[in-house]
């Protein structure tokens, strides 16, 4: 099983409309997750993290859900800019390494 | 400011040649990790490195991989000798501190092709 799971997609979506991702990671001992979006052709960069209580930035939700050990990230009212792939990172446990996804891809389309 | 700088954007060589892949972390961030990205396997750490110290480097495929932090600002991944397979993204990143929790940045990347 892989440490961290996630459906590829594509997810294509309208503009203006509500999209979900879920990931699920295999170490219950994990503490840190985030998510990071990843361009084409591009470096990811951090989107934000994910904590306990679940967090919010704009648009962008964040939930985690130990108890079952996923993780999720939802985007409302989505833009055409919103268009990449989105990559599930949570730390192995007792470590500093980071484990990614290897990514749900969205486009959003007009 | 300066993001993190990697060189060269593109590489292409033949199998069997040495390849060399720079990087220039943040200034003042401690920790420098080295990832690879292909399309089967996704993101995949090699190598990290705090305060120029390697502390992990099980993620490293094999003994043709080596990489060096010589100081605060400058690390080095070599393969020597080059094999096809070992065609992917090279992705240089740093952090501020140890630590999982700390956001990482990343550099542009190397796009490697061994022929």
């Known amino acids: 099983r892989k440490e961290v799971e996630q459906d590829p997609g594509p997810f294509n979506v309208p503009e203006g409309a509500t999209v979900a991702f879920n990931c699920t990671y295999s170490n219950s001992a994990s503490q840190s997750f985030f998510w990071y979006r990843q361009d084409c052709r591009k470096e990811p960069k951090l989107l934000m993290s994910v904590y306990s209580s679940g967090n919010e930035d704009g648009r962008f939700t964040a939930q985690l859900n130990r108890a079952s050990q996923y993780i999720s990230l939802l985007i409302r009212d989505s833009k055409l800019s919103d268009s990449a792939t989105y990559l599930c990172v949570v730390n192995r446990a007792n470590t500093d390494k980071l484990i990614f996804g290897t990514g749900t891809r969205l486009q959003v389309f007009p | 400011d300066a993001g993190v700088i990697q060189s060269p954007r593109h590489e292409v060589t033949e199998m069997g040649q040495e390849v060399t892949l720079r990087c220039k972390p943040i200034?003042?961030?401690?920790?420098l990790f080295w990832y690879r990205q292909t399309m089967m396997r996704g993101l995949e750490l090699l190598i990290y490195f705090n305060n120029n110290v390697p502390i992990d480097d099980s993620g490293m495929p094999e003994d043709r991989f080596s990489a060096k932090m010589p100081n605060a600002s400058f690390s080095t991944l070599k393969i020597q000798p080059s094999e096809p397979r070992d065609s992917a993204v090279y992705f240089c990143a740093s952090s501020l501190a140890p630590g999982a929790s700390n956001e990482q940045f990343f550099g542009p990347g190397t796009r490697l092709t061994v022929l």
């Open positions: 200034s003042g961030h401690n920790s």
